[in-house]
Nanobody, 122 residues
Framework: EVQLVESGGGLVQAGGSLRLSCTAS????????IGWFRQAPGKEREGVSR????????YYRASVRGRFTISSDNAKNTVYLEMNNLKPEDTAYYYC???????????????WGQGTQVTVSS
């Protein structure tokens, strides 16, 4: 059974930090791109960051670049998203997902987690 389980969300003040984890099982983790997405109430889902477990290449959306860091521990089948200097506009439900392709398009993501809430108070 394929599973992606997110953890680490919570409530934090602006300027604070959180580390999200995404632990995968049921598929060959090393062959996939793992992406983090978020969706705020009334807004469309957006890609936040992704990492390729094949070549370790990474991507960040402009609004989080320099504040968020994505990393992968293949031995633990886990991807982390370290979020620093959080802002109220980072408030959203965060999901991780797995793509077998480049991970550049949402349609490539075939496995999704249930998500975790991140709330940043001002």
């Amino acid at each position: 059974e394929v599973q992606l389980v997110e953890s680490g969300g919570g409530l934090v003040q602006a300027g604070g930090s959180l580390r999200l984890s995404c632990t995968a099982s049921g598929f060959t983790f090393d062959d996939y791109v793992i992406g983090w997405f978020r969706q705020a109430p009334g807004k469309e889902r957006e890609g936040v960051s992704r990492i390729s477990n094949r070549d370790r290449s990474t991507y960040y959306r402009a609004s989080v670049r320099g504040r968020f860091t994505i990393s992968s521990d293949n031995a633990k089948n886990t991807v982390y998203l370290e979020m620093n200097n959080l802002k109220p506009e980072d408030t959203a439900y965060y999901y991780c997902a797995a793509a077998y392709g480049s991970g550049s398009y949402v349609a490539e993501y075939v496995y999704w987690g249930q998500g975790t809430q991140v709330t940043v108070s001002s």
